[in-house]
């Protein structure tokens, strides 16, 4: 089992940056590929970026790419996104979520994270 916690969001400014951290237990979390996605209301959930379990590899869609970069700190059990450049379509629940593949690869799909935290609030005014 996996636990994990996201912290920081809130409301920011359109132009503004935010942090969002995600503190997993549990199982070895330099095991673990680590993703982030977010969901609005009557929306699917929507994938953000990922991470490989080594820090290696990293992939984001378009929508952020340039914007956002996420990291791991494997001694601190800890992922993060680093949200730059906000606009107002950043705003969201993010959920952070980790799966554990064979190879030192990214996960792309909801589907391969079988463990997610409660998620964290992000809105971003105009």
């Known amino acids: 089992q996996v636990q994990l916690v996201e912290s920081g969001g809130g409301l920011v400014q359109a132009g503004g940056s935010s942090r969002l951290s995600c503190a997993a237990s549990?199982?070895?979390?330099?095991?673990?590929?680590m993703g982030w996605f977010r969901q609005v209301p009557g929306k699917e959930r929507e994938f953000v970026a990922a991470?490989?379990?080594?820090?290696?590899?990293?992939y984001y869609p378009d929508s952020v790419k340039g914007r956002f970069t996420i990291s791991r700190d494997n001694a601190k059990n800890t992922v993060y996104l680093q949200m730059n450049n906000l606009k107002p379509e950043d705003t969201a629940v993010y959920y952070c979520a980790a799966g554990f593949p064979f190879l030192d690869v990214v996960l792309l799909q909801r589907y391969e994270y079988p463990y997610w935290g409660q998620g964290t609030q992000v809105t971003v005014s105009s």
């Open positions: 991470i490989s379990r080594t820090g290696g590899r990293t």
């Open positions: 549990g199982r070895t979390f330099s095991s673990a590929a």
